[in-house]
């Protein structure tokens, strides 16, 4: 709505107070979008820009140039879901919260202290930052093996040859696969 609807009506036929309002309107709206924006920087799952330049600043988080809104926002997740003391319950909820129920799998091999943390192909971007998080609240005490879950047999499964064939060996690897692969 226009600044000068809220005016009595000798004063929007004034000249300096039409200049006035051509004046202040860009800041008002501005302003008007700033506010309506400002309920979406109160939850990771929804910040906008300026609240990930905030939560990146706040968290000590290096600003990496190019990325996009999704991967700031897991970025910023990953190190806000941090909490010590480490527990395989509680690495089993970080990971969920960051990858989803199913974009992960989690095995400890206690005799010989190996944690491994597989990825789905879905999570791919994410792995940088998943090895970062593994290496903040990972004991020290346990080797992680981190890596993405690949397509494998039972992936590919119940398509026909003639389907498969028209991807490559190296895609039917290491690509998401249409149609549930």
């Known amino acids: 709505m226009a600044l000068e609807s809220y005016w009595p009506e000798y004063l929007r036929e004034l000249r300096e107070f039409r200049a006035l309002a051509g004046a202040e ?10 506010l309506r924006r400002a ?3 109160f939850y990771t799952a929804t910040l906008t820009d300026a ?3 905030r939560w990146e600043r706040l968290l000590g ?6 990325g996009d809104l999704a991967q700031r926002r897991f970025r910023i997740m990953t190190r806000m879901n941090e909490q010590r003391p480490f527990t395989m319950a509680r690495l089993g ?11 992960f799998t989690l095995a400890l091999d206690g005799a010989d202290f190996l944690l491994t943390v597989r990825l789905a192909l879905t999570a791919r971007q994410m792995l ?3 090895a970062a998080l593994l290496d903040r609240v990972v004991p020290v005490n346990l080797t ?6 690949y397509n494998q047999h039972q992936t590919l499964l119940g398509r026909t040859h003639a389907a498969l064939a028209a991807y490559t060996h190296d895609q039917l690897r290491n690509e998401v696969l249409a149609n549930g692969g």
């Open 144 to 149: 992680v093996d981190l890596s993405l879950r």
């Open 128 to 130: 940088s930052d998943t």
């Open 93 to 103: 909820e970080m990971l969920r919260g960051l990858c989803g129920e199913e974009g």
């Open 25 to 34: 309107e860009p800041e008002l709206t501005a302003a008007g979008a700033a």
């Open 61 to 66: 988080l290096p600003v990496v140039h190019g």
């Open 39 to 41: 309920p979406d920087d």
């Open 51 to 53: 609240g990930c330049a």
